[in-house]
Structures are given as structure tokens and as C-alpha cells.
């Protein structure tokens, strides 16, 4: 048992989640000002104190993104120099997480950037959910938890999804077969593939299905959504190939640019996004956004962590 | 002989141009945007390898966007085998502590004057609403989120005077983050090899980087302006307007030999400890004043010494700055203000300012610039930029 106690803090990106995660380990989030000057600088007061405390800040990848980056480092800072024992970053959707390898000519790795600044501005630990490729945990030299979202993604297909026993699990692109087959096994359904085919390079891809979806209900999984431009295109390829419904589960429901036109004129039933980001102004115009309350996982990670106990049950596990 | 690129970012790209020009060299291609979820995205649009690269970016308007920008174009530069990477930053962000005094139980002393946005770093004077004490307030305008909890400030004009930081409790004070070291240690881990800037409002700053810095001085140049452009100033007076700025004003009134003067902000009353006496300590009666200062953000501070000097019997004030930010409603405080003619030099963008301001004249730093770059890339001396009797061409 730690002899010193946790303190939550949590900057501008996403209140209601940290809110939800203190309810959950039964702790007031603690009292920090996070504003900006009038010459858009961000300046960061503490309010109480953090000498020998277990800091875990709450932050995540989201809105506006350089100005909440900014936020959690300055105030990761200032944990530091206030001689925090322990801090950690709880970062629910990790920033950069795409830019993570030199794709072409002069790319900037943005999340090994992103990486060292965590670690510069004097992280200790940083928990993480559902990283776009889970490599990016060798980016850091300090301890990556990276939880994820698959049982609580499980538990919402049992329990919300009427006839999920005739259902099929989709992912939409060749690279998330893996996370797809993991969760058509753990659930005991069939799995297909949506293969983008180029042909030529300017010519419009084709999307191919591989596998078969007659009149089964298919759910699309994918880790992120954010133009849903691939999402779209993959639900009208589902139902031209027979699926009956398509539903779309995401763990990170970015949702930026045309994103909410394509959905509501889609054919998906219902597109399924936890809440490692907030929602709340876009479920007002599309009513078809469902969410996965994830709090639970990040609050038992963050008591677990700070007792000292296995994070290995929530890999597996929804906490109750 | 190696090659020199020089890419601009965002903030300043007209800066860049000119000091490109300087140099001899086209600025160099880049893409510079954001994706759809306002993450930025950098792309390099002509080879590096090998190359002394500079990259020009001033800490102003979206300065995290800015910073977040420039830090990427570091690492791109180099993972794509720069030989040296620079980071030009005329105006460093982040290099303001906050000024505020306090008093004995720790609130702060000074009350923010009325203002349409919440200022650079005056910390705002207690008040019954504020949420930290209130675990029920409704008096606050704020969400029941935020008013069970704590403050999470979400910047609109109105909400100024409730972003305020703790109340004491138990003696502790707030604790007020100082983001300095942490912007010196972005850069060095972002891969930056050498620092140039300009008038750091600190100059210990340069201590905070393990790799060189150069703090060019925009003094030659204000002091040429003096000379060409205020005419009779032997007789004019150097004013500095609060007490920390004394050294700067006092080593250009002493090159030009001319008198000085320094405004205090006094506490006399006891009674009313949050009103502010400014004391004029010197002689201004009769005579042409220049305020000296680095930074003007929100101009409270050369309005109000303008203010003092004026009633004080100058005939003609004018103040000249090396970061002229203008935050908020900063241009028009000018406008209104006792100011005849403010001097600003171009770090910050400021053809905004000038539209908005017939009082505000600019004067270029860019060969300051790209003198620097031009000496740095061949290995030169760079003394003589320092140098007063230098004149850069």
C-alpha cells in the first residue's frame, strides 16, 4: 500500500471523462487552473499540493491539439518542480500516434517527438489507450501501459447488439485484421476483410470484400475514425455484398472535417465510439453515435497502478 | 562549402522573406498545414541532407500551435540528416515569468484593470466568487461540471475575473508554473543544435540550454532610430518604466549621453494597499520622453507611464519596443493613450497593428538576422553585432 495518496489533475481536453475516472476511485479531481494569457500562452496554477503526492494527469489528444499538448506538458512541468513523486500521464488518445514512421521523403517521426517531450518535460509513467500501433511503446524509455479497449467493445456487442450471435466482425482495412481476428475469437464469430484494390495510381480504389457477409449483421472495428471516409465506403460495399445492418465500432472516434455528413448519410445502423474523446456536441447532429464509457478501465489502471498492483486483469477484462 | 537552407514557419513567414533576401538565398519549400483534427502536419519539400538548416519562428499569435510547428520542423529536418539544425526565434515564447507581487497571506496585490480578455501575466485580485471556496457556488457563471469541481477556465471575454488561481488554504500558496526550462529542454530534445533570438526578456534564459544560444540586441538599431528620427534628442529624456527595466534604459541613455528618469510603482496607503502610486523618480518637466521597454503585451504599462509623464510636463512622449505583442485590446489602449509615436520593431508581425494604429511605426530587424545567419554559416565573429557603433548596412 502506497503511503502517499494519488491526485488527479486534468487540463481542457475532455473534464467529463476525468470527472467520471475520480468518481470512480472515489477521489475530487484536484483544483488546477489551466487558462490562457491574452497572448495565447498557456499558463498552468496549482492549487494544492503535490510534494511527494502519486500525480496522474488526465489529458487527451483531442480538440485542439497542440494547445492541449502544450497544456499537459507545462503541467507535467510544473508537477516536477514542485517535487511530485511520481507523475504519470494518462493519455487516452495518444497525439501524433499516425505520424510514427518516415512514410515518405523528410516525414517527421512526430510521435517519437511527442514521446521525448513527455519524457523531457519530466513524465514517469504514461498510460495510454489503444495506440495506433502499439510500437510506438518502444518510442519512450519509461513504463507505456497500453490498455485497451477490446473488452469493453466485447461486452457492448454482447449486451447492445440484438442478434450478435448471427453477426460477423469486419475490418475495414487490411492492416486492423489483427485486432479484428482477436475479437472474432473471443466472441466466436466469423471474420472479413474490406481490401482497398488500386489498380493504377490516380485511379479510384475498389473496395473488395473478402470473406462472406449473406445476410449476417457485420460490425465494423477499427482503432480510429476520423474523415470516415474508408468507413463509408466499406458499410455501402458491406450491404451491396448482402450484410442485413452495419454497425461501426471505433475506440477512437475523432470525427473531424466531413466526418458527421458521411456518417448520418450512410448506411450504418449505429456508429459505436468510446469516450477517450468528447462527444457531446456532435451526438446533438448525429444520432446514430453510441458510446462506450471507458472510465472504469482508466480509473482501476490508475488505483492498480498506484497500489502497486497487476494492470493484466483489464486486458481482458471489463472493471465493474 | 555546405549548403544553407532557411525555412519559415507560419508565424512570420514576411520576416523570413526579407531576412532570406539578406542572406542571399530563396527561402526554403515547405508545406506547412493542419490535418482535419488540427493536428499540424510538415513536409519538406526540398532536400536537407547534409545542409546547415535555420528555421524562423516567432513565439506569437497561436504560440503553442507555433511552437508545437517548429518543434515538428526540427525533427523532420533532422531525422531527414540535417548536419545542424537552428532555431531562429526573434520573439521567445514563454519567457515571461509572472510579475505579480503578493501579499502577506499570499493573494496577490495587484487588481487586473478592466479588460474585454484575460491578461498576460497579472494574476487577478481575490474575490467572494471564486470557486475553489464554493463547493455550491451558484454565483459563479460556470456549468455545475465546473463548479464542483475546480476551475476549468474556457477562455471567453466574460469570464476574465473568474480564472483566478487557489485560494490559500492551510498557508499553501499557488503554485504558477514557469514554462521556461521546459521550452529550452523541447528544443534541445526536438533536436535543435543553436538557438538565435532577440532580446530574451531574461537573459539567464541562455543557461537553461546546454547548446549555444545567441542573443542578438535590437539596441543598435533603436539607438539609430533615436538618432535619425527624433530630432533634437540630446535633449530628450530615456525613461524606463518600471523599476526592472532600469539597466536596459540606463545603457541606452549612456551611449547617447542623455538624461534618464525611471517610473516606480509605489505603495503608500495603507489602507488601500491595492492602489498603485506611479512615482516619476527624475526630471521630465519641459522635455521629449522615450519610454524604453522589450515587451509591450497588453500596453498597460506604457499607457500608464505615458499617463505619468504627461501629467508630469512632458511635451512629447514616445516609447520604442523590441516585442510588440498587442494582445487583446492593446492597439486601441494606444490610440487613446498620452503616446505621440510608439516604435516597434518587426519580431512579431505587425501589419495588423499599423492598420489598426496611426501611432505605431516599425523598424526592421531582419538584418539583424540575417547577418547573424550569414556570419554563423561561414564561422565568423559575431561581436560586432553587439557592437553600438556597428552599423549594419
Not at chain 1, 515518405?104 to 512526430?110: E, L, Q, V, W, Y
Not at chain 1, 475498389?206 to 458499410?235: E, P, Q, W
Not at chain 2, 504558477?176 to 529542454?185: E, K, Q, S, V
Not at chain 2, 523598424?363 to 539583424?368: D, E, K, L, T, W
Request: charged share 20%; net charge neutral.
Amino acid at each position: 500500500m502506497a503511503d502517499n495518496s494519488i491526485k488527479i489533475f486534468t487540463g481542457n481536453s475532455h473534464p467529463e471523462l476525468a470527472k467520471l475516472v475520480a468518481r470512480r476511485i472515489g477521489l475530487e479531481l484536484g483544483k488546477v487552473n489551466v487558462l490562457k494569457y491574452s497572448n495565447q500562452e498557456t499558463s498552468v496554477t496549482i492549487g494544492e499540493s503535490v510534494r511527494d503526492e502519486d500525480v496522474f494527469i488526465i489529458q487527451s489528444g483531442c480538440g485542439e491539439i497542440n494547445d492541449n499538448l502544450m497544456e499537459l506538458l507545462i503541467m507535467i512541468n510544473a508537477c516536477k518542480t514542485a517535487s511530485a513523486r511520481r507523475i504519470t500521464a494518462v493519455i487516452p488518445c495518444f497525439p501524433y500516434a499516425r505520424q510514427d514512421k518516415k512514410d515518405k521523403s523528410r516525414a517527421p517521426i512526430t510521435a517519437k517527438l511527442t514521446a521525448n517531450m513527455l519524457t523531457v518535460a519530466g513524465a514517469d509513467h504514461v498510460i495510454t489507450m489503444d495506440l495506433h500501433a502499439s510500437q510506438i511503446q518502444g518510442f519512450f524509455n519509461i513504463p507505456v501501459d497500453n490498455l485497451y479497449c477490446e473488452p469493453s467493445m466485447i461486452k457492448y456487442i454482447r449486451t447492445c447488439i440484438p442478434e450478435w450471435t448471427n453477426a460477423i466482425i469486419v475490418s475495414p482495412d487490411a492492416g486492423g485484421a489483427k485486432r479484428a481476428t482477436s475479437i472474432a475469437d473471443r466472441l466466436n464469430l466469423d471474420f472479413a476483410l474490406i481490401h482497398k484494390e488500386r489498380k493504377k495510381a490516380n485511379e479510384v480504389s475498389r473496395m473488395v470484400l473478402v470473406g462472406d457477409v449473406r445476410g449476417k449483421i457485420a460490425i465494423l472495428v477499427d482503432d480510429m475514425a476520423d474523415t470516415c471516409g474508408t468507413l463509408g465506403l466499406a458499410a455501402k460495399t458491406l450491404v451491396e455484398n448482402g450484410a442485413e445492418k452495419v454497425y461501426a465500432i471505433v475506440a477512437h472516434g475523432i470525427l473531424s472535417g466531413k466526418a458527421i455528413k458521411v456518417i448520418n448519410e450512410s448506411v450504418i445502423e449505429k456508429m459505436v465510439v468510446t469516450n477517450t474523446i468528447p462527444h457531446d456536441e456532435k451526438m446533438s447532429i448525429c444520432p446514430k453515435i453510441d458510446i462506450i464509457d471507458i472510465s472504469a478501465t482508466l480509473g482501476e489502471a490508475i488505483r492498480r497502478t498506484h497500489n502497486g498492483e497487476s494492470v493484466s486483469y483489464l486486458f481482458s477484462n471489463v472493471p465493474e | 562549402m555546405r549548403s544553407l537552407v532557411v525555412f519559415s514557419g507560419s508565424s512570420h513567414p514576411q520576416l523570413t522573406a526579407q531576412i532570406c533576401q539578406r542572406v542571399g538565398v530563396e527561402p526554403g519549400k515547405a508545406n506547412l498545414a493542419k490535418f482535419s483534427n488540427s493536428e499540424t502536419s510538415v513536409e519538406i519539400l526540398e532536400t536537407v541532407r547534409g545542409a546547415d538548416v535555420y528555421i524562423v519562428q516567432s513565439g506569437c499569435g497561436k504560440v503553442n500551435d507555433n511552437l508545437i510547428e517548429l518543434l515538428v520542423m526540427i525533427q523532420a529536418c533532422k531525422t531527414a540528416s540535417a548536419r545542424k539544425v537552428t532555431a531562429v526565434i526573434p520573439c521567445f515564447p514563454y519567457s515571461r515569468q509572472s510579475d505579480a507581487p503578493f501579499k502577506r497571506s499570499g493573494a496577490p496585490l495587484t487588481s487586473a484593470p478592466p479588460m474585454t480578455v484575460p491578461s498576460t501575466p497579472k494574476i487577478n485580485d481575490f474575490n467572494a466568487e471564486y470557486p475553489f471556496n464554493q463547493e455550491t457556488s451558484g454565483s459563479v457563471e460556470m456549468n455545475d461540471l465546473n463548479s464542483k469541481i475546480h476551475n476549468l477556465h474556457i477562455p471567453t471575454p466574460n469570464n476574465s475575473n473568474q480564472a483566478l488561481p487557489a485560494q490559500p488554504q492551510g498557508g499553501y500558496k499557488q503554485w504558477l508554473a514557469r514554462a521556461g526550462t521546459l521550452i529550452a529542454n523541447l528544443l534541445t530534445c526536438a533536436g535543435a543544435d543553436h538557438i538565435i533570438t532577440m532580446d530574451l526578456h531574461d537573459s539567464q534564459f541562455q543557461g537553461f540550454f546546454d547548446c549555444p544560444v545567441d542573443n542578438l540586441r535590437s539596441m543598435p538599431l533603436m539607438l539609430k532610430y533615436i538618432q535619425e528620427n527624433i530630432p533634437n534628442y540630446q535633449e530628450a529624456v530615456i525613461i524606463s518604466p518600471d523599476a526592472g527595466g532600469a539597466k536596459r534604459a540606463t545603457s541606452i541613455a549612456d551611449k547617447l549621453s542623455m538624461d534618464f528618469a525611471l517610473i516606480h510603482k509605489e505603495r503608500r496607503h495603507a489602507e488601500k494597499p491595492n492602489k498603485a502610486d506611479m512615482m516619476l523618480v527624475g526630471d521630465v518637466r519641459d522635455k521629449v520622453c522615450i519610454l524604453i521597454d522589450d515587451i509591450a503585451d497588453t500596453s498597460f504599462t506604457i499607457t500608464k507611464a505615458a499617463k505619468v509623464l504627461h501629467d508630469n510636463g512632458a511635451i512629447k512622449i514616445y516609447a520604442i519596443i523590441t516585442h510588440a505583442i498587442m494582445s487583446g485590446d492593446a492597439v486601441e489602449r494606444i490610440q487613446r493613450s498620452y503616446l505621440d509615436e510608439v516604435i516597434v520593431s518587426n519580431t512579431v508581425p505587425q501589419d495588423e497593428h499599423v492598420k489598426r494604429c496611426s501611432k505605431i511605426k516599425v523598424f526592421n530587424v531582419a538584418p539583424v538576422f540575417g547577418e547573424a545567419i550569414r556570419r554563423i554559416h561561414n564561422g565568423e565573429s559575431v561581436s560586432m553585432l553587439f557592437d553600438t557603433n556597428y552599423q549594419i548596412a
